[in-house]
Protein backbone atom coordinates (compact mmCIF):
# COMPACT_ATOMS: atom_id res chain seq x y z
CA UNK A 1 0.00 0.00 0.00
CA UNK A 2 2.01 3.38 -1.17
CA UNK A 3 0.64 6.29 0.91
CA UNK A 4 1.48 10.41 -0.02
CA UNK A 5 0.68 13.48 1.68
CA UNK A 6 0.56 16.30 -0.65
CA UNK A 7 -0.51 19.80 -0.58
CA UNK A 8 -3.28 19.18 -3.89
CA UNK A 9 -6.47 20.12 -3.09
CA UNK A 10 -9.09 17.45 -2.42
CA UNK A 11 -11.14 17.96 -5.07
CA UNK A 12 -8.30 17.95 -7.68
CA UNK A 13 -7.10 14.73 -6.68
CA UNK A 14 -8.53 11.36 -8.85
CA UNK A 15 -9.07 8.65 -7.06
CA UNK A 16 -11.82 5.45 -6.68
CA UNK A 17 -13.24 6.86 -3.48
CA UNK A 18 -13.08 9.47 -1.20
CA UNK A 19 -13.43 9.38 2.57
CA UNK A 20 -14.84 11.57 4.92
CA UNK A 21 -14.62 11.69 8.74
CA UNK A 22 -17.93 13.15 10.51
CA UNK A 23 -16.67 14.48 13.36
CA UNK A 24 -18.95 14.23 16.77
CA UNK A 25 -22.02 14.38 15.20
CA UNK A 26 -21.25 17.81 13.27
CA UNK A 27 -22.51 17.83 9.66
CA UNK A 28 -21.86 20.85 9.04
CA UNK A 29 -18.48 21.08 8.31
CA UNK A 30 -17.89 21.51 4.41
CA UNK A 31 -16.25 18.78 3.68
CA UNK A 32 -20.02 17.08 4.23
CA UNK A 33 -21.47 17.53 0.80
CA UNK A 34 -24.28 15.17 0.88
CA UNK A 35 -25.88 16.26 4.35
CA UNK A 36 -29.20 15.26 2.46
CA UNK A 37 -28.15 11.94 1.30
CA UNK A 38 -27.01 10.89 4.63
CA UNK A 39 -30.17 12.30 6.72
CA UNK A 40 -32.02 9.75 4.19
CA UNK A 41 -29.73 7.18 4.70
CA UNK A 42 -30.29 7.47 8.90
CA UNK A 43 -26.48 8.17 9.31
CA UNK A 44 -25.86 10.03 12.51
CA UNK A 45 -22.13 9.48 12.54
CA UNK A 46 -21.59 7.67 15.91
CA UNK A 47 -18.37 6.27 16.79
CA UNK A 48 -17.34 3.74 13.49
CA UNK A 49 -21.27 4.09 12.25
CA UNK A 50 -20.41 4.19 8.22
CA UNK A 51 -22.63 5.48 5.42
CA UNK A 52 -21.09 4.41 1.81
CA UNK A 53 -23.21 6.56 -1.28
CA UNK A 54 -22.59 4.33 -3.88
CA UNK A 55 -23.01 6.82 -7.06
CA UNK A 56 -20.90 9.58 -5.26
CA UNK A 57 -17.55 7.64 -4.65
CA UNK A 58 -17.69 8.75 -0.95
CA UNK A 59 -17.63 6.53 2.00
CA UNK A 60 -18.73 8.59 5.71
CA UNK A 61 -17.68 7.14 9.15
CA UNK A 62 -18.36 9.10 12.13
CA UNK A 63 -15.85 9.09 14.99
CA UNK A 64 -16.50 11.14 18.71
CA UNK A 65 -13.60 12.61 18.30
CA UNK A 66 -10.94 14.32 16.50
CA UNK A 67 -8.13 12.53 18.57
CA UNK A 68 -6.36 9.74 17.28
CA UNK A 69 -7.95 6.88 19.40
CA UNK A 70 -11.05 7.97 17.76
CA UNK A 71 -9.98 8.51 14.32
CA UNK A 72 -7.85 5.29 14.11
CA UNK A 73 -10.75 3.44 15.34
CA UNK A 74 -13.05 4.91 12.44
CA UNK A 75 -10.54 4.99 9.37
CA UNK A 76 -10.22 0.96 9.94
CA UNK A 77 -13.75 0.43 10.46
CA UNK A 78 -14.54 2.30 6.80
CA UNK A 79 -11.57 0.36 5.47
CA UNK A 80 -12.75 -2.83 6.49
CA UNK A 81 -15.57 -2.71 4.83
CA UNK A 82 -14.37 -2.27 1.41
CA UNK A 83 -12.69 -5.61 2.35
CA UNK A 84 -12.17 -7.38 -0.95
CA UNK A 85 -14.62 -4.65 -2.90
CA UNK A 86 -12.85 -2.81 -6.18
CA UNK A 87 -11.79 0.32 -5.27
CA UNK A 88 -7.88 0.76 -5.50
CA UNK A 89 -6.85 4.43 -4.88
CA UNK A 90 -8.64 6.45 -1.67
CA UNK A 91 -8.09 10.13 -0.90
CA UNK A 92 -8.77 11.70 1.97
CA UNK A 93 -8.37 15.27 4.11
CA UNK A 94 -5.74 15.52 7.29
CA UNK A 95 -7.69 15.88 10.20
CA UNK A 96 -5.46 16.94 13.15
CA UNK A 97 -6.99 17.21 16.93
CA UNK A 98 -4.27 20.35 17.62
CA UNK A 99 -2.94 22.45 15.18
CA UNK A 100 1.20 21.63 16.21
CA UNK A 101 0.35 18.28 16.76
CA UNK A 102 0.27 15.15 13.86
CA UNK A 103 -0.55 12.43 15.89
CA UNK A 104 -3.90 12.07 14.36
CA UNK A 105 -2.44 12.01 10.93
CA UNK A 106 -0.68 8.99 12.27
CA UNK A 107 -3.52 7.42 13.62
CA UNK A 108 -5.46 8.13 9.98
CA UNK A 109 -2.30 5.99 8.64
CA UNK A 110 -2.79 3.19 10.82
CA UNK A 111 -6.28 3.28 10.93
CA UNK A 112 -5.92 2.14 7.07
CA UNK A 113 -3.17 -0.28 7.90
CA UNK A 114 -4.41 -2.03 10.70
CA UNK A 115 -8.11 -2.13 9.20
CA UNK A 116 -7.20 -3.55 5.84
CA UNK A 117 -5.51 -6.61 7.49
CA UNK A 118 -6.84 -10.37 6.86
CA UNK A 119 -5.19 -13.51 8.18
CA UNK A 120 -6.46 -15.75 5.19
CA UNK A 121 -3.69 -18.22 5.38
CA UNK A 122 -6.07 -21.42 6.27
CA UNK A 123 -9.26 -20.22 3.68
CA UNK A 124 -9.49 -21.48 0.41
CA UNK A 125 -11.61 -18.14 -0.75
CA UNK A 126 -9.19 -15.24 -0.11
CA UNK A 127 -10.99 -11.79 0.55
CA UNK A 128 -8.33 -9.27 0.73
CA UNK A 129 -8.05 -5.74 0.53
CA UNK A 130 -7.27 -4.48 -2.88
CA UNK A 131 -6.61 -0.68 -1.72
CA UNK A 132 -2.88 -0.08 -3.48
CA UNK A 133 -2.82 3.73 -2.95
CA UNK A 134 -3.90 6.01 -0.67
CA UNK A 135 -3.97 9.95 -1.32
CA UNK A 136 -4.00 12.47 1.91
CA UNK A 137 -4.23 16.25 1.22
CA UNK A 138 -2.86 18.45 3.49
CA UNK A 139 -6.40 20.44 3.24
CA UNK A 140 -7.43 19.43 6.31
CA UNK A 141 -10.77 19.73 8.31
CA UNK A 142 -9.13 22.81 10.06
CA UNK A 143 -7.29 25.55 7.96
CA UNK A 144 -5.08 26.88 11.23
CA UNK A 145 -2.76 24.11 10.88
CA UNK A 146 0.78 24.61 11.70
CA UNK A 147 2.60 21.46 10.66
CA UNK A 148 5.43 21.49 8.29
CA UNK A 149 4.68 19.21 5.16
CA UNK A 150 8.24 17.11 6.57
CA UNK A 151 6.64 16.50 9.73
CA UNK A 152 3.33 15.47 8.34
CA UNK A 153 5.48 12.76 5.90
CA UNK A 154 7.33 11.49 9.07
CA UNK A 155 3.72 10.89 10.65
CA UNK A 156 2.72 8.72 7.42
CA UNK A 157 5.78 7.19 7.48
CA UNK A 158 6.25 6.17 11.10
CA UNK A 159 2.31 5.19 10.69
CA UNK A 160 2.99 2.94 8.58
CA UNK A 161 5.88 1.28 10.05
CA UNK A 162 3.70 0.69 13.53
CA UNK A 163 0.99 -0.60 12.01
CA UNK A 164 3.01 -3.02 9.62
CA UNK A 165 5.10 -3.89 12.39
CA UNK A 166 1.51 -4.51 14.43
CA UNK A 167 0.43 -6.85 11.19
CA UNK A 168 3.81 -8.52 11.25
CA UNK A 169 2.93 -9.71 14.98
CA UNK A 170 -0.84 -10.64 14.13
CA UNK A 171 0.26 -12.51 11.25
CA UNK A 172 2.63 -14.82 13.58
CA UNK A 173 0.30 -15.14 16.47
CA UNK A 174 -2.63 -15.88 14.23
CA UNK A 175 -0.65 -19.02 12.84
CA UNK A 176 -1.47 -22.40 13.75
CA UNK A 177 0.87 -24.13 16.19
CA UNK A 178 1.66 -26.84 13.82
CA UNK A 179 2.69 -24.21 11.62
CA UNK A 180 4.14 -21.64 14.20
CA UNK A 181 6.77 -23.59 16.84
CA UNK A 182 9.75 -22.28 18.65
CA UNK A 183 12.13 -23.24 15.85
CA UNK A 184 9.84 -21.38 13.39
CA UNK A 185 9.92 -18.41 15.34
CA UNK A 186 13.54 -18.38 15.62
CA UNK A 187 13.67 -18.56 11.65
CA UNK A 188 11.30 -15.78 11.84
CA UNK A 189 13.42 -13.34 13.90
CA UNK A 190 16.61 -14.59 11.50
CA UNK A 191 14.44 -13.63 8.37
CA UNK A 192 14.01 -10.29 10.01
CA UNK A 193 18.21 -9.99 10.75
CA UNK A 194 18.71 -11.16 7.03
CA UNK A 195 16.52 -8.06 5.65
CA UNK A 196 17.57 -5.47 8.03
CA UNK A 197 20.66 -4.48 10.12
CA UNK A 198 19.74 -6.52 12.95
CA UNK A 199 21.49 -8.66 14.86
CA UNK A 200 20.13 -12.29 15.54
CA UNK A 201 21.52 -15.10 17.70
CA UNK A 202 19.54 -18.40 18.52
CA UNK A 203 20.08 -20.43 21.45
CA UNK A 204 19.43 -24.03 20.82
CA UNK A 205 18.76 -26.94 23.59
CA UNK A 206 22.42 -27.57 24.40
CA UNK A 207 22.94 -23.76 24.59
CA UNK A 208 20.12 -23.48 27.00
CA UNK A 209 21.82 -26.43 29.01
CA UNK A 210 24.95 -24.40 29.16
CA UNK A 211 23.47 -21.59 30.22
CA UNK A 212 21.21 -23.35 33.50
CA UNK A 213 17.90 -22.96 31.78
CA UNK A 214 16.68 -26.00 33.80
CA UNK A 215 12.76 -23.61 34.18
CA UNK A 216 12.53 -23.33 30.55
CA UNK A 217 13.81 -26.46 29.32
CA UNK A 218 11.65 -28.27 32.09
CA UNK A 219 8.12 -26.62 30.39
CA UNK A 220 9.36 -27.86 26.98
CA UNK A 221 10.44 -31.77 27.50
CA UNK A 222 7.01 -33.50 26.46
CA UNK A 223 6.94 -31.52 23.20
CA UNK A 224 8.55 -32.79 19.64
CA UNK A 225 8.95 -29.30 19.41
CA UNK A 226 12.76 -28.47 20.74
CA UNK A 227 12.83 -25.15 22.49
CA UNK A 228 14.51 -21.62 21.47
CA UNK A 229 15.94 -18.81 23.21
CA UNK A 230 15.85 -15.45 20.43
CA UNK A 231 17.84 -12.80 21.18
CA UNK A 232 17.73 -10.02 18.26
CA UNK A 233 19.55 -6.86 19.03
CA UNK A 234 19.43 -3.11 17.39
CA UNK A 235 23.15 -1.18 18.07
CA UNK A 236 22.87 1.85 16.55
CA UNK A 237 26.32 4.07 17.24
CA UNK A 238 24.31 6.83 18.57
CA UNK A 239 22.09 5.44 21.06
CA UNK A 240 20.76 6.93 24.16
CA UNK A 241 19.52 4.88 26.28
CA UNK A 242 19.28 0.69 26.35
CA UNK A 243 16.39 -1.16 26.36
CA UNK A 244 15.31 -4.60 26.59
CA UNK A 245 12.37 -6.14 25.61
CA UNK A 246 11.26 -9.67 26.76
CA UNK A 247 8.33 -11.50 25.75
CA UNK A 248 6.39 -15.37 26.49
CA UNK A 249 6.86 -17.54 23.43
CA UNK A 250 4.41 -20.52 23.94
CA UNK A 251 3.53 -21.45 20.63
CA UNK A 252 0.74 -23.85 22.65
CA UNK A 253 -0.28 -24.12 26.20
CA UNK A 254 -1.86 -26.85 26.59
CA UNK A 255 -1.97 -26.77 30.42
CA UNK A 256 0.64 -29.81 30.37
CA UNK A 257 -0.09 -31.97 32.63
CA UNK A 258 -2.56 -29.73 34.88
CA UNK A 259 -4.17 -30.09 31.30
CA UNK A 260 -6.75 -27.59 30.20
CA UNK A 261 -9.98 -28.32 30.03
CA UNK A 262 -11.55 -28.12 26.17
CA UNK A 263 -13.22 -24.75 26.01
CA UNK A 264 -9.47 -23.26 28.06
CA UNK A 265 -7.58 -24.85 24.75
CA UNK A 266 -9.13 -23.31 22.58
CA UNK A 267 -7.13 -20.09 21.33
CA UNK A 268 -3.56 -20.95 23.11
CA UNK A 269 -1.92 -20.78 20.30
CA UNK A 270 -1.97 -17.27 20.84
CA UNK A 271 0.18 -17.88 24.36
CA UNK A 272 2.90 -16.75 21.83
CA UNK A 273 1.79 -12.97 21.55
CA UNK A 274 4.46 -11.80 23.85
CA UNK A 275 7.23 -12.80 21.66
CA UNK A 276 6.01 -12.34 18.77
CA UNK A 277 4.96 -8.41 19.63
CA UNK A 278 8.91 -8.42 20.90
CA UNK A 279 9.63 -9.33 17.10
CA UNK A 280 7.30 -6.63 15.77
CA UNK A 281 8.81 -4.24 17.71
CA UNK A 282 12.45 -5.27 16.93
CA UNK A 283 11.25 -5.27 13.33
CA UNK A 284 9.95 -1.25 13.55
CA UNK A 285 12.79 -0.13 15.66
CA UNK A 286 15.45 -0.97 13.03
CA UNK A 287 12.96 0.09 10.06
CA UNK A 288 12.60 3.62 12.44
CA UNK A 289 16.47 3.54 13.21
CA UNK A 290 15.79 4.91 16.51
CA UNK A 291 18.89 6.20 18.33
CA UNK A 292 18.34 3.65 21.10
CA UNK A 293 19.79 0.53 21.72
CA UNK A 294 17.01 -2.43 21.76
CA UNK A 295 17.49 -5.82 22.50
CA UNK A 296 14.43 -8.42 22.20
CA UNK A 297 14.96 -12.14 23.77
CA UNK A 298 11.92 -14.50 23.53
CA UNK A 299 11.87 -17.84 24.96
CA UNK A 300 9.89 -20.05 22.43
CA UNK A 301 8.31 -23.00 23.79
CA UNK A 302 5.61 -25.64 23.60
CA UNK A 303 4.13 -26.59 26.73
CA UNK A 304 2.56 -30.04 26.30
CA UNK A 305 1.78 -33.59 27.93
CA UNK A 306 3.83 -37.04 27.45
CA UNK A 307 5.83 -39.58 29.87
CA UNK A 308 8.82 -37.18 29.45
CA UNK A 309 6.58 -34.29 31.03
CA UNK A 310 7.19 -31.69 34.02
CA UNK A 311 5.16 -32.51 36.88
CA UNK A 312 2.81 -30.50 39.88
CA UNK A 313 5.68 -31.65 42.67
CA UNK A 314 8.64 -31.26 40.45
CA UNK A 315 11.47 -28.43 42.18
CA UNK A 316 13.05 -26.99 39.28
CA UNK A 317 15.92 -24.77 39.30
CA UNK A 318 15.98 -21.29 37.57
CA UNK A 319 19.03 -19.38 35.70
CA UNK A 320 19.53 -17.55 38.89
CA UNK A 321 19.72 -20.16 41.43
CA UNK A 322 16.29 -20.15 42.50
CA UNK A 323 14.51 -22.98 43.86
CA UNK A 324 10.63 -23.60 42.62
CA UNK A 325 8.06 -25.80 43.79
CA UNK A 326 5.75 -26.69 40.89
CA UNK A 327 2.20 -27.14 41.99
CA UNK A 328 0.51 -26.15 38.68
CA UNK A 329 2.03 -27.27 35.15
CA UNK A 330 -0.43 -24.86 33.58
CA UNK A 331 1.73 -21.90 35.06
CA UNK A 332 4.70 -21.97 32.44
CA UNK A 333 4.83 -18.75 31.04
CA UNK A 334 6.36 -17.39 34.34
CA UNK A 335 9.23 -20.54 34.07
CA UNK A 336 9.79 -19.60 30.62
CA UNK A 337 10.20 -16.18 31.65
CA UNK A 338 11.64 -16.56 34.84
CA UNK A 339 15.30 -18.08 32.80
CA UNK A 340 14.60 -15.62 30.22
CA UNK A 341 14.63 -12.54 31.69
CA UNK A 342 17.50 -14.16 33.85
CA UNK A 343 19.48 -14.61 30.70
CA UNK A 344 18.49 -11.34 29.04
CA UNK A 345 19.88 -8.97 32.33
CA UNK A 346 23.23 -11.24 32.04
CA UNK A 347 23.59 -9.93 28.45
CA UNK A 348 22.38 -6.84 28.92
CA UNK A 349 22.46 -4.09 31.05
CA UNK A 350 19.77 -2.30 30.45
CA UNK A 351 17.97 1.64 31.30
CA UNK A 352 14.70 -0.36 30.98
CA UNK A 353 13.86 -3.31 31.01
CA UNK A 354 10.15 -4.52 29.90
CA UNK A 355 8.40 -8.00 29.94
CA UNK A 356 5.28 -8.63 27.52
CA UNK A 357 3.27 -11.93 28.12
CA UNK A 358 -0.05 -13.85 28.34
CA UNK A 359 0.23 -14.71 31.29
CA UNK A 360 -2.78 -14.79 33.59
CA UNK A 361 -6.55 -15.37 32.64
CA UNK A 362 -6.74 -13.50 36.48
CA UNK A 363 -5.69 -10.45 34.25
CA UNK A 364 -8.49 -11.00 31.96
CA UNK A 365 -11.18 -11.35 34.77
CA UNK A 366 -10.05 -8.07 36.36
CA UNK A 367 -9.75 -5.41 33.79
CA UNK A 368 -11.45 -7.20 30.85
CA UNK A 369 -10.41 -8.23 27.39
CA UNK A 370 -9.12 -4.83 26.20
CA UNK A 371 -6.80 -3.65 28.67
CA UNK A 372 -2.94 -4.85 29.61
CA UNK A 373 -2.36 -4.80 33.13
CA UNK A 374 1.20 -3.12 33.58
CA UNK A 375 2.94 -4.28 36.86
CA UNK A 376 6.33 -3.98 38.91
CA UNK A 377 8.37 -2.57 41.61
CA UNK A 378 8.22 0.81 40.66
CA UNK A 379 6.44 3.66 39.29
CA UNK A 380 8.56 5.35 36.25
CA UNK A 381 8.59 2.56 33.86
CA UNK A 382 4.99 1.84 34.36
CA UNK A 383 3.61 5.40 34.36
CA UNK A 384 5.45 5.47 31.00
CA UNK A 385 3.98 2.36 29.63
CA UNK A 386 0.19 2.98 30.70
CA UNK A 387 1.16 6.93 29.25
CA UNK A 388 2.52 5.78 26.00
CA UNK A 389 0.04 2.67 25.00
CA UNK A 390 -2.23 5.70 25.65
CA UNK A 391 -1.08 7.79 22.87
CA UNK A 392 -0.72 4.86 20.79
CA UNK A 393 -4.65 3.73 21.71
CA UNK A 394 -3.85 0.70 23.36
CA UNK A 395 -5.64 0.04 26.87
CA UNK A 396 -3.08 -0.22 29.93
CA UNK A 397 -3.64 0.49 33.36
CA UNK A 398 -1.23 -0.59 36.59
CA UNK A 399 -2.02 -3.32 39.08
CA UNK A 400 -0.16 -2.63 41.79
CA UNK A 401 2.10 -4.89 43.94
CA UNK A 402 1.48 -5.75 47.44
CA UNK A 403 3.38 -7.67 50.26
CA UNK A 404 0.37 -9.49 51.19
CA UNK A 405 0.02 -11.17 48.17
CA UNK A 406 3.54 -11.87 47.89
CA UNK A 407 3.23 -14.27 50.60
CA UNK A 408 1.01 -16.26 48.52
CA UNK A 409 3.39 -17.32 46.88
CA UNK A 410 5.65 -19.24 49.45
CA UNK A 411 6.92 -22.41 49.82
CA UNK A 412 7.80 -24.86 52.23
CA UNK A 413 9.68 -26.74 50.16
CA UNK A 414 11.36 -24.23 48.05
CA UNK A 415 12.60 -20.79 47.33
CA UNK A 416 8.91 -20.34 45.83
CA UNK A 417 5.88 -21.71 44.66
CA UNK A 418 4.64 -21.34 40.80
CA UNK A 419 1.29 -20.80 41.71
CA UNK A 420 -0.28 -18.32 44.56
CA UNK A 421 -2.09 -19.88 47.78
CA UNK A 422 -5.25 -18.06 46.89
CA UNK A 423 -7.60 -17.95 44.14
CA UNK A 424 -7.92 -14.31 43.96
CA UNK A 425 -5.32 -11.64 42.50
CA UNK A 426 -3.89 -14.07 40.31
CA UNK A 427 -2.45 -11.63 38.01
CA UNK A 428 -0.42 -9.77 40.57
CA UNK A 429 0.92 -12.66 42.35
CA UNK A 430 2.27 -14.03 38.62
CA UNK A 431 3.83 -10.46 38.58
CA UNK A 432 5.64 -10.80 41.56
CA UNK A 433 6.01 -14.24 40.92
CA UNK A 434 9.00 -12.95 38.09
CA UNK A 435 10.31 -9.87 40.32
CA UNK A 436 11.82 -13.02 41.82
CA UNK A 437 13.70 -13.03 39.15
CA UNK A 438 14.91 -9.01 38.49
CA UNK A 439 18.59 -8.64 40.11
CA UNK A 440 19.12 -5.77 42.14
CA UNK A 441 20.56 -3.89 39.13
CA UNK A 442 16.78 -3.50 37.43
CA UNK A 443 14.61 -3.33 40.06
CA UNK A 444 13.54 -0.06 39.37
CA UNK A 445 13.79 -0.23 36.21
CA UNK A 446 11.76 -3.21 34.87
CA UNK A 447 7.53 -3.15 34.07
CA UNK A 448 5.36 -6.47 33.17
CA UNK A 449 2.52 -6.66 31.29
CA UNK A 450 -0.01 -9.03 30.92
CA UNK A 451 -1.59 -8.83 27.66
CA UNK A 452 -3.59 -12.03 27.98
CA UNK A 453 -6.71 -9.78 27.45
CA UNK A 454 -6.25 -7.72 24.43
CA UNK A 455 -3.71 -10.42 22.72
CA UNK A 456 -6.00 -12.41 21.45
CA UNK A 457 -10.06 -11.57 20.97
CA UNK A 458 -12.66 -13.53 19.02
CA UNK A 459 -14.54 -10.69 17.57
CA UNK A 460 -13.96 -7.14 16.06
CA UNK A 461 -13.07 -4.23 18.04
CA UNK A 462 -12.05 -0.83 17.27
CA UNK A 463 -8.84 -0.96 14.61
CA UNK A 464 -8.57 -4.74 15.42
CA UNK A 465 -10.13 -7.61 13.90
CA UNK A 466 -10.97 -11.23 14.95
CA UNK A 467 -8.39 -12.66 16.61
CA UNK A 468 -5.06 -11.54 17.09
CA UNK A 469 -4.20 -7.74 17.86
CA UNK A 470 -0.74 -7.29 18.15
CA UNK A 471 -1.06 -5.79 21.41
CA UNK A 472 1.98 -4.05 23.01
CA UNK A 473 3.95 -3.50 19.65
CA UNK A 474 2.13 -0.21 18.69
CA UNK A 475 2.72 0.87 23.07
CA UNK A 476 6.27 0.01 22.67
CA UNK A 477 7.11 1.67 19.67
CA UNK A 478 5.79 4.34 20.93
CA UNK A 479 7.80 4.66 24.23
CA UNK A 480 11.02 4.25 22.39
CA UNK A 481 10.13 6.65 19.68
CA UNK A 482 9.87 8.56 22.95
CA UNK A 483 12.98 8.05 25.01
CA UNK A 484 14.58 8.71 21.45
CA UNK A 485 13.47 12.31 21.61
CA UNK A 486 14.11 13.05 25.48
CA UNK A 487 16.23 11.15 26.88
CA UNK A 488 19.78 12.38 27.34
CA UNK A 489 22.68 11.67 25.79
CA UNK A 490 25.02 10.20 28.73
N1 LIG B 1 -1.47 -18.80 28.94
C1 LIG B 1 -2.20 -18.84 30.13
C2 LIG B 1 -2.91 -17.54 30.48
C3 LIG B 1 -4.02 -17.09 29.57
C4 LIG B 1 -5.34 -17.39 29.87
C5 LIG B 1 -3.75 -16.33 28.45
C6 LIG B 1 -6.35 -16.95 29.04
C7 LIG B 1 -4.77 -15.88 27.62
C8 LIG B 1 -6.07 -16.19 27.93
C9 LIG B 1 -1.26 -19.18 31.30
O1 LIG B 1 -0.17 -19.97 31.00
C10 LIG B 1 -2.08 -19.92 32.30
O2 LIG B 1 -2.54 -20.97 31.97
N2 LIG B 1 -2.24 -19.34 33.47
C11 LIG B 1 -3.04 -19.92 34.50
C12 LIG B 1 -2.32 -19.72 35.80
C13 LIG B 1 -2.88 -20.52 36.95
C14 LIG B 1 -2.61 -21.99 36.74
C15 LIG B 1 -2.23 -20.04 38.23
C16 LIG B 1 -4.40 -19.23 34.53
O3 LIG B 1 -4.45 -18.02 34.26
O4 LIG B 1 -5.39 -19.89 34.74
ZN1 LIG C 1 -0.60 -22.03 31.06
ZN1 LIG D 1 0.52 -19.82 29.02
Given at each position: MDFNITTTPLKEIKADLEIIIVID??????????KKLLKKAG?????DEICLLLEKNRLYVGSDTLKGVGVRSAVATAIRSL??????TIKLATYL?????TASLRATVEGIVLGS???????SKKIKSRVKEIQIS??????NYEVSLEAMARAVHNGEISANATNFTRDIVNTTPDDCYPKIMADIAEGLAEKSSLKCKILKPKALRKQKMETLLAVARASRHKPRVIHLAHKPKNAKAVVTLVGK?????????SLKPADYM??????KSGGSAVLGIMKAVSEMDLPIEVHGFVGAVENMIGGDAYKPDDVLTAKNGKTIEIR?????GRLVLADTLCYAQQEVKADYLFDFATLTGACVVGVGHYTSGVMGNADEPKDLVVNLATQAGELATKLDFNRHLKK????EIAD?????????GGAITAGQFLSEFIDEDHKEKWAHIDIAGPAFVEHAWAENPH?????GVRMMIRLIEKLARTVKTH
Open positions: GNFKHTFIQDFKGGQLGKKYKSHPRCYTFTQYKTEGYADGLTYDSGGLVTMKSDNTDAETIKSVCNISNTRYGASGA
